[in-house]
């Protein structure tokens, strides 16, 4: 699936009342960005956004689960990214309620992460 394929530019129009969202292809799905930072992605027909412990209950409730994909070495699942109950596509102020939290656990989950530490200068010369 392309950026720009029908269901993409169908869900980037839901979701245009939240501000600039962009669409970037990635690893065979689509990936949603809000100011930089991802909070959903599009795999075939697909949607998942972006959980943490303030979100994931509603994802429980609906009876939804984390994305899995298959490798040759078995079933990795991503559990950072949950299946948006497909029902949410017809109501768009619920779906951009469900982005917007999405969004807030992408945020929180960037602001958790550690700074990278400066790159090491460059190794000095053993004296002659």
């Known amino acids: ?9 169908y869900l ?3 979701l245009a009342p939240l501000g600039p969202v962009s669409a970037r292809q990635m690893f065979g799905g689509v990936g949603l960005f809000m100011g930089g930072t ?13 959980v943490d412990d303030a979100n ?5 409730a609906a009876g939804e689960a984390p994305f899995s994909y298959d490798t040759r070495h078995g079933t990795h699942t991503l559990h950072s990214y949950w299946h948006c109950p497909p029902d949410l596509l017809d109501q768009a102020d619920t779906l951009q309620a469900w982005a917007r939290n999405a969004m807030a656990a992408a945020v929180r989950a960037a602001r958790a992460k550690p700074k990278a530490k400066p790159a090491a200068g460059r190794k000095r010369a053993a004296p002659p």
């Open 1 to 9: 699936m392309r950026p720009t394929d029908g269901p993409t530019a």
């Open 12 to 14: 980037l129009e839901l």
């Open 38 to 50: 991802m909070f959903g992605l599009i795999v075939g027909d697909e949607l998942f956004f972006k």
């Open 56 to 60: 994931r209950g509603d994802y429980e």
